[in-house]
């Protein structure tokens, strides 16, 4: 009776993505052991005006949610388009990863991926102009996130300005 | 062979013994693999894949004949849809070998043996069912399998069991005969008649005491909510007067008939259903979810009546693939999709009606309820012409049942249709639902458009929730959330208290120490006490007020803000509400500043719990209190009070866990020092004093235990008190007044005492000796008494 058909029922929701934080202090190892165990998610592609008390009500859809951590720009310390959603449980932000990842919050698709957990410092961008860094290179017009990506912005020229 | 001998030259040697050695496991992965995608879509028919596949098994019998036993035993257990796939399988395989197939047919008794020891009721189900189609694949004697039956069926003879546990038997005779009804009735008529007689038997005389409790609807019309049992018999009933011919099952062993019908068949062995023990625990009874008839899927194939085995063939079919592909919402939309034969039948209705079959499942869904909303929302992705307008059908027939609804699963319906509406933009024909303006406030389809309003606008603001209703919706739409500070400005200054509410803002907006602020409260007079006492230290609710009305208006920007401030000044509110009235005081306060943000009262409720500043019983104290008498019937109240519950039951969970811990380790480290049995004393001495602390350690968690399982009773006593209260007032003011007890209020009401029972049965079973004797004696009211006979009746 033990055999499982690990190979049918899979749960590829659950699963480890590709990305890993390039500024996590500890090496491949320690970080793959902390996601694999992980109760705190990174929120991606937020609108920047969906509120902490928006996601509170999405991601408790999964069960409770111990904090959120809206991230902000390192500049302006407003909000940026991203957050951490931290749980009491894994369990539940397997759920969220299977349920809410990839759903609609504020009209927008959200990603959620596993997160080695909150340090102070973490909340803020990292891309050059204080926002986050996918911000910096898009070159589409995205009036949730601030309009045109930081580089696109700098390369339209406005009226009567030379350009170098 | 030395392993030793790494730095060896003999790379060759290594790699060779490598592949050996990782063959098997290669060969095994592909029999698993080859065995469980057989049935899925391929290029060759299902017939011509079935026969290679027996024959690529027929030849690893001899080396990996274990292996393929272990793995048609799991796919027997688990992969119920696939059903036929692999008793045909199964039948080709004892065609060819039949050894193996009496020794599959012994392996598939002993796993039955250890589901049923194990529990695992849902899966021996299937098991059995297994069986019984192997008598269509001429694997199984038919006469034996009849034996069996009539063995499961004497269990309704047995005196002093559980109802459930005879009601599983019968339920796994009745819900095999869709497959082997036929072949039975052919070669045993006369005993199988006489078993469906003692079904009748049973079933008449069989107590239903539990149905009102666990049906979705409480009208009759348009679909009776019916118990399952009867259901399956009306369907098997119904199925032997079309003289048991069934066509919806894929019957792949059909085409094999000339090469099974020359197969020897085993006879099962007697198999006597293990005795009844204390620990069973049987699966609890069901209602029969239907929305649909024929009459509403317009075009198209008709959909099987609520009586046919179809039906039921169906329905089953489809729980079974949510319960193999939950976790995977995009592979089970496909599945659900591609189900086999969907173009005879109106596939798209009974997956809707078979998905709101279990979100509103009593007492819980089988999954949790958000699955539901995904797994729909990718069945309209799937199906974009089709599924959304089935799911608009569908919503629109709730919508006008509402009245009869249950309150809990009106609650599913709300959350689910709320989140489903804010990935589709909130566009609804609002416009349809206009008829629920007219009505009162308090009466079901009003409440519903509010309730739905307001969670959407927790999804995302206000101002959106204004634009996407039509302008005569404009009484039900949520208020502003906004907070309501009631030193604000100058015009107040005439209250007690305004003038220290000030300096305590200025206080903490300069940071002064916990020290100086309670200071600056000393100056707050208290209104509960005589002007020469001294005494100033009991419970001042004014101080509280001034205290927490400030604090939380500073704080009001967001939930962190809000938390921060609980958490800095916690010292300073723990103080001031030492005391039980000092708890409710800070609740009622809480809930005066932020009535219009019930999301944020929710989650300030769960911070005090979480940091014990308020405990359990004030939660549900406060709720049940007179001064929220006239939010009882609204949604988010019944949010916090059954999220205060789980609270408290984790609590009690998480300190039984670490007491287990402790005791395991004890256990352990007692064990070991038996094995090791050094004569060194040092070693013995230290391992006294590990022991010593351990147990002292054990006895500390024993008493943390009991005293949060002594909490946790007087929590639910506290609940069951309110309710048997407030419901027993209101029967009697009714009775005195001549007026129809049965108000939207009592309906609300009793329904919420229901789901206290329904959604925390786990919990409440350990204390159902003290409720009895303490609470639902047989002078409570029958209205309310009924409510607990029936919960009772669920595990008879």
Known sequence: MSI???????????????????????????????????NTLYVGNLSFYTTEEQVYELFSKSGDVKRIIIGLDKVKKTACGFCFVEYYTRTDAEN????????????????????????????????????????????????????????????????????? | MSRRRHSDGDDGGQSHKRRRTSEPVEIEDRLESLICRVGEKSTSSLESNLEGLAGVLEADLPNYKNKILRILCAVARLLPEKLTVYTTLVGLLNARNYNFGGEFVEAMIRQLKETLKANLYTEALYLVRFLCDLVNCHVIAAPSMVAMFENFVSVTQEEDVPQVRSDWFVYAVLS????????????????????????????????????????????????????????????????????????????????????LCEALQHNLPPFTPPAHMPDCQYPVPRVIFRMFDYTDAPEGPVMPGSHSVERFVIEDNLHNIIKSHWKERKTCAAQLLSYPGKNKIPLNYHIVEVIFGELFQLPCPPHIDVMYTTLLIELCKLQPGSLPQVLAQA???????????????????????????????????????????????????????????????RLSYHQRIVDIVPPTFSGLIPADPIFFYKYQDEA???????????????????????????????????????????????????????????????????????????????????????CDEGKLHILRVVYEVWKNHPQMVSVLVDKLIRTQIVD????????????????????????????????????????????????????????????DSGDEEDMEKNSEDEDGQLEEQIERLQEKVESAQSEQKNLFLVIFQRFIMMLTEHLVRCETGSVDFSTPWYKNCIERLQQIFLMHHVTIQQYMGTLENLLFTAELDHHILAVYQQFCALQL
């Open chain 2, 176 to 259: 095999s005969l869709p497959w082997v009804g036929k072949e039975l009735d052919e070669k045993k008529d006369v005993e199988m008649d006489r078993l469906l007689n003692q079904i009748d038997g049973y079933l008449k005389r069989r107590l239903k005491t539990h149905v009102p409790m666990l049906q979705v609807w409480t009208a009759e019309k348009p679909h009776p909510q019916e118990e399952y049992l009867d259901c399956l018999y009306a369907q098997i009933q119904k199925l032997k007067k079309d003289r048991w011919q069934e066509r919806h099952i894929l019957r792949p062993y059909i085409a094999f008939d000339s090469v």
């Open chain 2, 492 to 578: 107040n200054s005439a209250l007690p208290g305004y003038a220290v509410a000030i300096a305590v803002g200025n206080a903490i907006k300069n940071r002064a120490s916990n020290e100086e602020i309670l200071t600056v409260l000393k100056d707050v007079p208290n209104p509960n006490q005589e002007d020469d006492d001294d005494e100033g230290e009991g419970f001042n609710p004014l101080k509280i007020e001034v205290f927490l009305q400030t604090l939380l208006h500073l704080a009001a920007k967001s939930f962190s803000h809000s938390f921060s401030a609980l958490a800095k000044f916690h010292e300073i509110l723990k103080a001031l509400t030492d």
């Open chain 1, 96 to 164: 969220a990863m299977r349920f809410v990842n990839g759903t609609r919050l504020d009209d927008r698709i959200i990603r959620t991926d596993w997160d080695a957990g909150f340090k102070e410092g973490r909340q803020y961008g990292r891309g050059k102009s204080g926002g986050q860094v996918r911000d910096e290179y898009r070159q589409d017009y995205d009036p949730a996130r601030g309009g045109y990506g930081k580089l696109a912005q700098l390369q339209r020229p406005p009226e009567g300005r030379n350009s170098f």
């Open chain 2, 395 to 457: 919503t629109e027939m709730m919508y006008v049942r509402l009245d009869s609804m249950n309150t809990i699963c009106i609650d599913r319906l709300l959350n689910w249709f709320s989140h489903h509406l804010s990935n589709f933009q909130f566009r609804w024909s609002w416009d349809d639902w206009v008829d629920c303006l007219a009505l009162d406030a308090d009466k079901p389809k009003p409440k519903f458009v509010k309730e739905v309003l307001e969670k959407c606008m």
């Open chain 2, 616 to 675: 359990c019983a004030a939660v549900a104290n406060w709720l049940f209190s007179p001064s929220m008498a006239h939010e009882f019937t609204r949604f988010y109240v019944w949010e916090i009070l059954h999220s205060t519950i789980r609270k408290m039951n984790k609590h009690v969970q998480k300190i039984q866990k670490e007491l287990e811990e402790a005791k395991d380790k004890l256990e352990r480290q007692q064990h070991k020092k038996q094995k």
């Open chain 1, 4 to 38: 499982k058909l690990n190979a049918l029922f899979s749960d590829s929701y659950v699963d480890v993505s590709q990305y890993r934080d390039q500024h996590f202090k500890g090496n491949r190892y320690e970080q793959e052991k902390l996601l694999k165990q992980a």
